[in-house]
């Protein structure tokens, strides 16, 4: 049985001391919290060690991930963070081809590829982000594309711990806006997704990769959205960024 999983991307925001306060404040509302998924807090880097300080101070029932890496080990490439760095501060989880990145940054699918790979070699679990734009949605051919990235994204990757590697859909225009996909739509796309793995994985190893919403998933929606059979739980943006949304949102996950 897949394990469910509620992730926070915190994205830009929060400076070190604010983050702090904000991963102490999500320990406190978990105090004593029957939690029944696995957690992921995934703050801006310089905030990484911060966090991970109030993590382990704490012992918070949750752990730490990153937005980005850089897909070397090290070497001259300014602004950029190697996984060994991530690795050092105690980041467990990187989110990799965000749509942000993605559209801002021109990441592409080949990035996102050599970022896992890296990634995995230093045991940290990627969270593989992939979803449509508005455009794509409208014309109807939104599975197809997500298919695509997929394909893309996993390409000779060997997965020999498939909890180990993690993929959050994430429909652009849904995300930041309030429009959230209905549960039925994000299960149409992440069960498309399921079948992909099964081609590319094989069923046993499709059957136990995590595959999260993103886009307004909020303490509201989020029971709905993890009934579906091929819903394994959340990446979530703006509800992360209050502890007492994200912690209602990770118990309401587990009921
Ligand atoms: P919101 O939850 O703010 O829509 O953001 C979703 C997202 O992009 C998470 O990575």
């Not at 949605?137 to 599975?143: K, L, M, N, Q, S």
């Not at 094989?202 to 136990?208: I, L, S």
């Not at 993890?226 to 703006?238: E, F, H, I, R, S």
């Amino acid at each position: 049985m897949r394990k469910l999983m509620i992730a926070g991307n915190w994205k830009m925001n929060k400076t070190y001391t604010e983050g702090v306060v904000l991963a102490q404040d999500l320990a406190d509302e978990l105090k004593g919290a029957d939690v029944k998924v696995d957690v992921v807090v995934c703050p801006p880097t310089v905030d990484l060690k911060g966090v991970s300080e109030v993590i382990e101070q704490s012992e918070a029932p949750f752990e730490l991930g990153a937005q980005n890496v850089y897909y070397a080990e090290s070497g001259a490439y300014t602004g950029e963070t190697a996984p060994n760095m991530l690795e050092a501060v105690g980041a467990k989880y990187c989110i990799i081809g965000h749509s942000e990145r993605r559209g801002y940054f021109g990441e592409t699918d080949e990035d996102i590829n050599k970022k896992a790979k890296i990634l995995m070699e230093h045991d940290i679990v990627p969270i593989s982000c992939c979803g449509e734009p508005l455009e794509i949605r409208e014309a109807g051919t939104h599975v197809q594309f997500v298919v695509d990235q997929i394909k893309a994204d996993t390409e000779g990757l060997e997965i020999s711990d498939p909890s180990k590697y993690v993929i959050a859909y994430e429909p652009i225009w849904a995300i930041g806006t309030g429009k959230t996909a209905t549960a039925d739509d994000a299960q149409e796309v992440c069960g498309a997704i399921r079948q992909t793995l099964v081609e590319v994985f094989g069923a046993e190893t499709a059957d136990q990769i995590r595959v999260l919403y993103g886009g307004s998933a909020k303490p509201e929606n989020i029971a709905e959205l993890v009934a579906k059979p091929d819903v394994d739980g959340a990446l979530v943006g703006g509800a992360s960024l209050k502890a007492a949304d994200f912690a209602s949102m990770v118990v309401k996950a587990g009921e």
